[in-house]
């Protein structure tokens, strides 16, 4: 179900994995096939050709946005930066030839674990 806040439509309940993990894929493979294009002529090809540091100086600044946005708690501004932020975690994973569906392995991993057993884990 839908809805239409402030302009912005939001979500309620979950998304189908057709919806999420979809848009996924698809920008996964745009990102991969950004690899191959003109850094003048492509924002994306422009992040790899700066390489790594490049491209988590651009996740530093869009996490500052997040947090921002977060502070004034206005939704939308939530939302699209932190849709922002997702998109430049994905140009990381493809730089570093990881597809979004190994995080989504991560996530599932971690399902149903409390954090502090999943902080447990990592430590031992």
Do not use: N
Not at 36 to 45: C, F, G, K, R, T
Not at 94 to 113: D, N, W, Y
């Amino acid at each position: 179900m839908i809805w239409l806040e402030m302009g912005w439509v939001v979500l309620v309940g979950d998304l189908t994995e057709s919806a999420s993990g979809g848009v996924l894929e698809q920008l996964a493979e745009v990102l991969e096939s950004r690899k191959l294009a003109d850094p003048e002529s492509s924002y994306v090809a422009s992040l790899y050709a700066g390489g790594v540091d490049k491209i988590l100086k651009k996740i530093g600044e869009e996490a500052t946005e997040v947090v921002m946005a977060g502070k004034d708690g206005e939704p939308g501004a939530i939302v699209a930066e932190t849709a922002d932020l997702c998109f430049h975690l994905m140009v990381l994973l493809a730089h570093e030839g990881l597809s979004p569906q190994a995080v989504i392995i991560e996530l599932q991993r971690r399902f149903g674990l409390s954090g502090l057993e999943e902080k447990a884990q990592r430590q031992q």
